[in-house]
């Protein structure tokens, strides 16, 4: 018996602790009611009578022994566990963890800079509605009955939520933001100077070059004498401010319902500079924007005397303009928020 004392008193002296796993063992082993001290004790019985007492001695000093071993350990063992929560190992050598900023959308970008540029030279900015009925987006600006534009191969319809009117609603989703001219022309006196940016809508099929809804700018000047030479001058100032020096500008004659005479704007190619690429279809020229006097009878429409009063309009997508700034090529990216290219425009 006294040599068992003396093996175990040896393996706790040599007992080793780092975990409270391993403090639960020790306490199993030597501390509970089930370990072996509690055992040794159990045995004391079949001990002879006169070794009883002295055994009985070694055997309390090593239940204290085991006592204050496993105290000790228990104090150990908090420590640690202490340590190890409230300082995290922190390696100052490590990059910081980047602080993402947001960015503006490059049509954002592109848009503000357009009205920046109108606004000095005395535009303001005016807005009217994305669903809009046919006489504005189309009947007061001159298009016929007939005319392609208004088939529901290129236009949006919107049906009108009441269950008695009959399905051909005279509703649709913009087709451009030339609608904004007549509401302005309504309701306010010349002069009219403004730009209107907004979204329009188109039934198309979505893919590089193509998208059923994207962003124009408007813009219309209405007073007495206003001539074509005004609309030139504008236009030139604009990309003089909104391209790369040199850049060249070229009026084509065209055809509008609403403007007469009615011109595109080129400009030569952004992208290869006028030699010709992809992008300009090897022409050197792109085109920018739509233009031209304010027909006399869209002017009548609106309830001004076109005998006392002209103007010009035009109008320009937003994409495009941001394309040629940005060489953007695929107009999905606008709208699939993929941060790796949004992230290109941050800090500008
Ligand atoms: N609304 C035309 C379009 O969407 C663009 C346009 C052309 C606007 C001539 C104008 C204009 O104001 O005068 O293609």
């Not at 004790?41 to 006592?67: I, M, S, T």
Request: proline residues 5%; hydrophobic residues 35%; aromatic residues 10%.
């Amino acid at each position: 018996m006294l040599d068992r004392v003396k093996d175990l008193h040896q393996e706790i002296e040599h007992y080793v602790i780092n975990s409270p796993e391993q403090l639960e063992q020790f306490r199993m082993r030597f501390i509970s009611r089930k370990g072996v001290i509690t055992e040794l004790f159990e045995g004391l019985k079949h001990v002879p009578q006169a070794d009883r007492r002295a055994v009985g001695q070694e055997l309390n000093g090593l239940k204290n022994f085991a006592q204050e071993r496993f105290e000790s350990f228990s104090q150990l063992v908090d420590e640690q566990q202490a340590a190890s929560k409230s300082v995290a190992p922190v390696d100052l050598t490590l990059p910081s963890i980047p602080n993402l900023t947001g960015t503006q959308h490059p049509l954002t970008l592109v848009r503000q800079r357009i009205i920046q540029i109108f606004e000095r030279i005395g535009f303001n900015v005016a807005d009217g509605p994305e669903i809009e009925s046919d006489w504005y987006n189309f009947g007061a600006l001159n298009f016929p009955d007939n005319h392609p534009a208004r088939d529901m191969q290129d236009t949006f319809f919107v049906e009108k939520a009441s269950a008695d009117t009959d399905v051909s609603s005279d509703m649709l989703l913009r087709t451009h933001t030339s609608n904004v001219q007549i509401r302005l022309m309504e309701r306010q006196k010349p002069p009219i100077r403004s730009i209107m940016p907004g979204r329009v809508y188109r039934n198309e099929t979505i893919s590089a070059r193509a998208h059923c809804m994207f962003h124009q700018v408007e813009g219309i000047y209405i007073d007495r004498n206003v001539g074509f030479k005004d609309l030139k001058d504008t236009l030139y100032h604009f990309v003089k401010e909104m391209f790369e020096p040199g850049t060249l500008i070229r009026f084509r004659p065209s055809y509008f319902p609403f403007t007469e005479p009615s011109a595109e704007i080129d400009i030569s190619c952004q992208i290869c500079g006028g030699k010709g690429c992809n992008i300009c279809k090897h022409s050197g020229w792109v085109e920018i924007a739509g233009s031209g006097m304010v027909d006399p009878q869209v002017i009548a429409n609106c309830g001004i005397d076109p005998e006392e009063y002209t103007g010009f309009a035009f109008g320009m997508g937003i994409e495009r303009i941001t394309q040629l700034k940005y060489v953007v090529n695929d107009l999905r990216l606008y709208t699939e928020n993929d941060v790796r290219f949004l992230r290109q425009f941050e800090g500008l």
